[in-house]
């Protein structure tokens, strides 16, 4: 097999680069045959939906990692939406949180005292 412990490492990462190379590609000729995404085809990168939600990249970047942004899914090293799922997540986001009502101002009592004036 190998002579030392350095020369297994070394073959088993490169066997190891070589895999993931190879799923690479594999996702990219699926997308390639697939063809356009269905539902209008349009994919939004994470600096779109940050626009869209109104949040740091990064909060896009944590709530895909950990599922809460359904829909969103990684090509390579990017993190990538399909407009449809952006705009129901946004729906159902809608849905879930009704907006906070307004508070009626409260009335503000106002003193105004002048000063006493010395003899």
Known sequence: MYATAAEAWAAMKQHLAGAR??????I??????????????????????????????????????????????KLGRRWKMARPDLEAYVAMQKERKPAPKA????????EIRRAKEAP
């Open 21 to 26: 190379e190879a799923k690479r590609w594999a």
């Open 28 to 73: 990219a000729l699926e997308l390639k045959e697939a063809g356009p995404m269905s539902n209008g085809g349009d994919t939004l990168s994470a600096e779109d939906i940050a626009r869209r939600l109104v949040e740091n990249v990064r909060t896009i970047h944590e709530w895909a990692r950990s599922g809460k942004l359904t829909g969103a899914f």
């Open 103 to 110: 508070r009626p101002a409260r009335p503000v009592k106002v």
